[in-house]
Every structure is written in structure tokens, then in C-alpha cells.
């Protein structure tokens, strides 16, 4: 099968289409790009698509997260799309710290852990806030090639006012390998879940 073929990793494109159009979104900023993006480029006026990546393909490999060959393969097959805005941010050290944390690779912590320092949160909202800085979305989507996306979701809420979060279904590893459980939904967003996706689509719309 393509690396292109639809699975399961896109099983989120029924519902996020709905969101689209029920809310009559125009502009994402997706975490995690790939073969569902060609859904938002079709139907959506401003797509951002943020990757984050290690260059160490060994490391990469073994933590099961996102190298930049992936990006530089959507580079590739989305060029032609003028509404589309890739951004690589490349992991530090502390994000990698966390990702060992939580991919149990750090000794004494089993997979799906929290990560025991959370420094990375800094970076992150940094990072997030930087890019928002720039542009206003209608909608957000959390999909990313790396583990922390629990953290992404929190960064999000009450700056993006609709949130959709893939693969919340996955209850391996106490149901955390995402950092789903971190997710601290606010009182003034309604959470409900999409219909079509096996994998588990949440979906976090501000009241
Ligand atoms: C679960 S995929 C989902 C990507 C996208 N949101 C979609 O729906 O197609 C998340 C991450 O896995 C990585 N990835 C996806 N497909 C890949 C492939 N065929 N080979 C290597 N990495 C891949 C990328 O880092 C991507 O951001």
C-alpha cells in the first residue's frame, strides 16, 4: 500500500469535515501533517501545518516521532496548493527529555508516562504563541508525529475556539500515550466526540 493510501490515520476526515461545515471554518492550524491535509487544502481557505521533528533519524526511530524527511515528502506532494503554510520547528532537548519520559525510555518510567520535568511547557506555549501571533484560526487540529500532543490541545484552548484531537480512543498504555489524560478542558469550551472515527475524534468548541 502508498504511504499515501488512506488507513485508519485519517479515519478523522468524516467528522472534521462536518466541523467544517457546520462552523463554516475557513483557516487551521494543524499539528501533524499528512495525508489528511489534502482534506483541509480542498475545503479551507489557510492551512497551517506545523511538524515538529528531530534531524537524528536513529533517535527518531526509536522514539517512534517525526523525522523531516516526513515534511519534506508533503512539501513535495502539496506544492501546488498556494493556501498552504508548512512550518518545521525542530525538538529540543527538552522536548526530547519529555518524549523519553513518556515513551518510556527513560529508566523506571513505563510508556505513557508524564514527563517528570516540565519545562518543555514553556517552549511550547512560546512556540504556539508565536505562530498565532501572526494569523487567526477558525479551527485547530491535533494530530502531531510526536507524543506531548495533550499539552499541544491545553496551549490552544482559549486562543483557538474550535480544538479537534485525533486517535483519543487509544487506550494503550493506560490511555496516556498521547498525554491525552493532561487535557484540562476549560468550563467556557463544550467537548463532544465526532461519529465516523474509530480512532476517536474529540471535539473542544468554545460555548
Ligand atoms: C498520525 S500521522 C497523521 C498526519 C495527518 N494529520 C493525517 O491525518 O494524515 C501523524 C504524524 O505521523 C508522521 N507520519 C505520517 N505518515 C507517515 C509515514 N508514512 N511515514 C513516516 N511518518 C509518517 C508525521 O510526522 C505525521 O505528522
Sequence with gaps: MSIWSGDRW???????????????????????????????????????????????????????????EWMLKCKEKYKKYTNWNPILIELTDKFIMAEKDITGKTLGLPRGSNPLNEDYLVELGDIIDEILYET?????????????????????????????????????????????????????????KGIKSVSGLSIYKKK
Design 136 to 192: 487567526k484560526y477558525d479551527m485547530g487540529f491535533v494530530d502531531a508525529g510526536v507524543h506531548f500532543r495533550g499539552d499541544i490541545v491545553n496551549v490552544l484552548f482559549n486562543k483557538i475556539d474550535i480544538i479537534t484531537v485525533h486517535d483519543v480512543n487509544n487506550r494503550a498504555h493506560g490511555g496516556n500515550i498521547y498525554g491525552y489524560l493532561r487535557i484540562k478542558c476549560p468550563k467556557n469550551y463544550e467537548h463532544t
Design 10 to 68: 485519517c479515519d478523522h476526515e468524516y467528522d472534521n469535515l462536518q466541523t467544517i461545515k457546520n462552523n463554516n471554518v475557513k483557516s487551521i492550524i494543524e499539528f501533524g501533517c499528512g495525508v489528511g491535509t489534502k482534506l483541509f487544502l480542498d475545503n479551507c481557505d489557510n492551512i497551517t501545518s506545523v511538524e515538529f521533528y528531530t534531524k537524528d533519524k536513529t533517535l527518531a526511530k526509536s522514539l517512534k516521532i517525526s523525522s523531516d
